[in-house]
């Protein structure tokens, strides 16, 4: 049988068994043992973000199969193998999808060092890979012109490489400690599927052209998903538990923001409607919330965001933009000049403070991004004379790593490199979540963040006092607030909340919302396996590019809403409110403060805060754990 009739009988079989049971069915349909319930092809796994020239698909074909087991009875096994593979017909590869077991499974070929798939069935291991190292390709290169003869070499280099960091993926799901399905869309068919081991590794499957819909139903009728689901059920024993649940990317109304959706993406016409005839931006409260929904249109990001970042008055015409960027244009060269007027002396201590880490991060700043990409790239030493020139002009905060992270979209959208060093100069002085190199400022926003959490997510926040002051520490979140969420989601979503923060709409500190948004929309496992301090770190670096950026944003932009809700704040929490512009707290709704009674240096609350007493539910609570009132909880 060929491998493209074997694959097509293969999907087959899957659509015929895809019927879910009646309700209160105790099981998944009778089947074969190595039959295949379930197939899907161009199931992508993403490659690391820092293999540059690779691409960001590297698509397979992923099937599911009942294996007889004696512990769990019956298992299903998970397989992946990378399409490049199905398409040189690699036997080894072949044989990870169709176990020999299979109503299915070909007889398979002898030769060579593939004639072990002749012999016994391949025994699973937790998180299997299959690097290309050992395999046996004859690669065959047309005999024509040697450009086109390197051209295919490097696409099969590519291909490689790719298939060493993905390689070919099988793994007894009975075994596994989690599977989660995120779905990206309302339809519920595309989205990810995160399978995690006990040893807390993570494989990430991407579903870009459907079928994940059809996966979940498989995994809601197999009985190790559905039984360990239900809190109220007892196993016997602990490797049968398995955690399983299914994220969709529809909030429940309760859990929005009441104007979600009204507002559309910032575009040309829509931001030229904001702009009277001098160029003034006419009611900024309206654009900012404008803003603060909807986004902005890429093709305008390099003309809004300079007033975002206050580079540009909202109040300046368009003449006095001009002028300002000429004064700043001679400023910028000043500055410039400054620093290649250094002394010997003066410069060797500024290579070894500054220079030096900046020409070791610029090189390696954004080289997916076209903008930057290639050797030589005149982007790249503009971005690297920002960052010196910024550490001349503010000697005080100099260069920290991660700057060249803030820098880098600012210049692929702005363009040009003066008003890009005063967008930075915009975006260190009037923003909080920026990279620092003081250790109290980080403080400061754990402090905060950890009693909003408090407030929205009680189990969460226990869960960290419950181990110690490392838990508190929350090191898994450091580096949300230094690098803006850069890291934790693609550009396009990064980029977004970039300017739902800017936007400064009813606080200053709406990425500390988007902290708990993620912690709320992700973080069960955390508490339901108890997770330990560096588990947790693991948990969420493992879930970086895979969250759904614009579902974390919708429940952001709720946890903000229901803050606002709240008659009293803790005094704890003063300030989330207190750096708001003019409008941007309503002037007839004003919470009353209330004092957490936690000032060590001043015997009464600096903010006015009155001390009420608790409830005497939570006064016995209180020896258990932290107290809380009951008047700041508010539904997660």
């Known amino acids: 049988m060929s491998l493209g009739r074997l694959l097509r009988r293969a999907s087959s079989k899957a659509s015929d068994l895809l019927t879910l049971n009646p309700s209160g069915s105790s099981g998944p349909p009778s089947v074969l043992d190595g039959e295949i319930i379930y197939s899907k092809n161009n199931v992508c796994v993403h490659p690391l973000q820092v293999l540059q020239g690779l691409g960001e698909h590297h698509p397979g ?49 002898k030769r060579g060092r593939h004639a072990q798939g002749s012999g016994e069935p391949h025994q699973p291991l937790p998180m299997e890979q299959s690097s290309t190292s050992s395999l046996d390709t004859n690669l065959q290169f047309p005999e024509n012109s040697g450009q086109l003869q390197n051209s295919k070499w490097d696409e099969q280099q590519k291909v490689f490489a790719l298939e060493q960091i993905c390689g070919v993926f099988r793994v007894d799901l009975g075994q ?75 909030l429940p109304s309760s859990e929005t923001h009441p104007e979600e959706n009204m507002y559309k993406k910032l575009d040309v016409s829509t931001w030229l409607n904001h702009l009277n005839e001098s160029g003034q931006v006419e009611e900024e409260y309206k654009l900012r919330k404008a803003i603060f929904f909807g986004g902005i249109d890429v093709s305008i990001r390099g003309e809004v965001w300079p007033f975002l970042l206050r580079y540009y008055s909202h109040e300046s015409t368009s003449e006095e933009r001009e002028a300002l960027r000429a004064q700043k244009r001679r400023e910028y060269s000043e500055i410039q000049q400054k ?57 005080t905060i100099g260069y920290s790593q991660g700057m060249s992270d803030l820098v880098a979209p600012i210049l692929a959208e702005v363009l040009d490199e003066s008003d890009t060093f005063w967008c930075f100069v915009g975006l260190m002085q009037n923003t909080i979540f920026v990279s620092s190199p003081r250790d109290e400022d980080m403080e400061k926003q754990l ?56 936007a400064h709409y009813q606080t200053d500190y709406f990425h500390l919302f988007i902290c708990v948004a993620i912690v709320v929309i992700y973080g069960d496992d955390v508490i ?61 709704y004003i919470p009353a ?39 700041f909880s508010f539904r997660k």
């Open 61 to 109: 074909y992923l099937c599911l199969y009942m294996e007889k087991d004696e512990l769990l009875g019956t298992t299903l096994i998970l397989a992946w193998v990378p399409n490049s593979r199905i398409q040189r017909q690699d036997e080894e590869a072949l044989r990870y999808i169709t176990p020999e077991s299979s109503p299915v499974r070909k007889a398979p070929s």
């Open 176 to 250: 596994m400690r989690s599977l989660r399905l995120f779905f990206s869309d309302e339809a519920c068919t595309s989205g990810q599927l995160v399978v995690a081991s006990r040893e807390s590794q993570y494989k990430v499957f991407h579903f870009h052209h459907g079928g994940l819909d059809k996966l979940s139903e498989v995994f809601q009728q197999w009985k190790h998903c559905t039984e360990t689901h239900l809190k109220d059920q007892q196993v016997s024993n602990e490797k049968t538990c398995m955690q399983f649940s299914i994220r969709r990317p529809k």
């Open 339 to 395: 620093r290649l007027s250094m002394t010997p002396e003066e410069q060797r201590e500024f290579w070894r403070h500054v220079q030096f880490t900046v020409d070791k991060d610029v090189v390696r700043t954004d080289r997916s991004n076209q903008f930057f990409r290639g050797e030589d790239n005149p982007n790249v030493e503009s971005m690297r004379r920002i960052l010196l020139n910024y550490a001349v002009y503010n000697p």
């Open 447 to 502: 402090l905060y963040l950890r009693e909003l959490l408090r407030l929205t997510h009680l189990r969460f926040y226990q869960h960290l006092v419950s181990l110690g002051e490392d838990g508190l520490q929350m090191l898994f979140c450091h580096r949300w607030i230094l690098l803006c969420f850069k890291r934790e989601f693609p550009d396009a979503e990064a980029l977004r909340m970039w300017e739902a923060c800017w």
């Open 528 to 588: 339901e396996q108890q997770l330990a301090t560096d588990q947790m770190l693991l948990h969420f670096g493992n879930l970086a590019m895979h969250m759904n950026g614009e579902l974390v944003l919708r429940k952001a932009r709720s946890l903000l809403y229901q803050f606002r809700l709240l008659p009293r704040i803790p005094c704890s929490l003063h300030d989330l409110c207190k750096l708001c512009g003019t409008g941007m707290w309503d002037s007839g």
């Open 593 to 631: 403060v209330e004092c957490t009674g936690h000032h060590p240096e001043s015997e009464s609350c600096p903010y006015g805060g009155t001390v009420e007493e608790p409830s005497p539910k939570s006064a016995s609570e209180g020896k258990k754990g932290p107290k809380t009132r009951e008047v």
